[in-house]
């Protein structure tokens, strides 16, 4: 068993030292001043993005800070980057502008730079040489190393530059601050080896390293204990959980495991990759009692040229083959899909074979792209598809998919579905909304009391992407 990757609790303690550092001078100037440090953390991207700030921003409250939600009360900002399209790193860029205006108010604010997009060499030195007011940089394999790197950057008053680490490893025990107090998110892995073609995410994330059973067990075990309803696993690739590290189990053994646990919760994933969805992994969804039915299955295309073109390892019958199987064995699951429209080489017909997989699938719901180069990837070195091709086409396949999401849902009408409430809808604040167990977005009349809980509700009427219901 190769558990190499796993950060030593040497390294970890070292961290906490710095953490205990901080903590003590935070609370001297609180002390003094009568004012905590503020922090505020800023993400862009994933899931996994979210998961990493829970990160960042409990080790901030550790050291001392107070979290706060205006970047203009802070003390220390942190900025989360995304880098998987042009347009997630041309938003953290444009913030990071607007935080410069923050500084020049208050010249003690600490603004630091972490995340996808600054693990790479030449967004780092974009940052270096043009953005001369952010204090530290450092990448998705240095995040353990925050409390260290605040440290150094206060002490010696110099601007940070966190060379990549050599290794990506896997750190536990960090602290947490989760955003939510009913629905959390858990990575098991971390990285990517599949090298699809147009995707950063390897180089930016490392290689794939799982985290063991048992710490993950723990962590699912303790969110329940303290009453968290929605549990989502994450990696960037679930189905090839533990593979890399050689463990004696793999990810349809850690949900079995996991679905022991007792409790009134809901488990879920994300993502998986074709190539790797087996049939023990369905067979233990159905026969469990917290894992919902509910599949996010990236297709990417629904032509095999491009398919292969990208790198992806399946083909549209063995797509077609994994769906077939799973609605076999969970008639109600809930499949949604990530598509890429505009690849490299994609002609009329090889898009015509994406429109025609949505009509054999009948998605229920869709997040499409416009296929954006990324520097270092194969994919950007071959010859594009215009941008006016690429935007027709992505308009076309939101109309379709409009279509038929709709339809799915109208099959929903009438129905009685139990729905986890999150309180008051920020989109119209005389209705609450949540999320029924296939994870749609469901609104209704509800009571203050609801936020957090399992609701039932009869759907009275559905649109492409929400169910509108009554509470019983
Ligand atoms: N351009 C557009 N979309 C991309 N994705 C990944 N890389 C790119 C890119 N270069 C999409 C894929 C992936 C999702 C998270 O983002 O569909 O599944
Ligand atoms: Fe990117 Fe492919 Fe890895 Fe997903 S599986 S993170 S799309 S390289």
Redo the contacts with the bound molecule.
Sequence with gaps: MNKKHILSPEEILAQKTYIEQMRRENDAYAAQTGKRRGAFVMTFGCQQNEADSEKIAGMAKSMGYSLVTDPECADLIMVNTCA?REHAEQKALSIIVKYKHIKAKNPDLVIGVCGCMVAQEHRKNDIKFRYPYVDFVFGTASLHRFPQLLCQKLEKGKRLYCPEETEYTVAEDLPIHRESDYRAWVSIMYG?????S?????YV?GRERSREMHKIVEEVQGLVRDGYKDITLLG??VNSYAKDSGFPYDFADLLRELDKIEGDYVLRFM?S?PKDADRKLIDVMADSGHIAHQFHL?M?SGSDRILSL???KYDTAKYLDIVDYMRKKMPDVTLTS?IIVGFPGETEEDFEGTMRMLETVRFDMLYSFIYSPRKGTPAAEMEQVPQAVKSQRFERLLELQGRIGKEKNDLLVGKTLRVLCDGVSKNNSELYSGRTEGNKIAFFEGDVEDAGKFVNITVKRADAFALYGEKI
């Design positions: 998987i990517c080896n599949n090298f699809c147009y995707c950063i995410v390897p994330r960037q690739n993502t990759h990236p990417q990208m790198n992806r990530d």
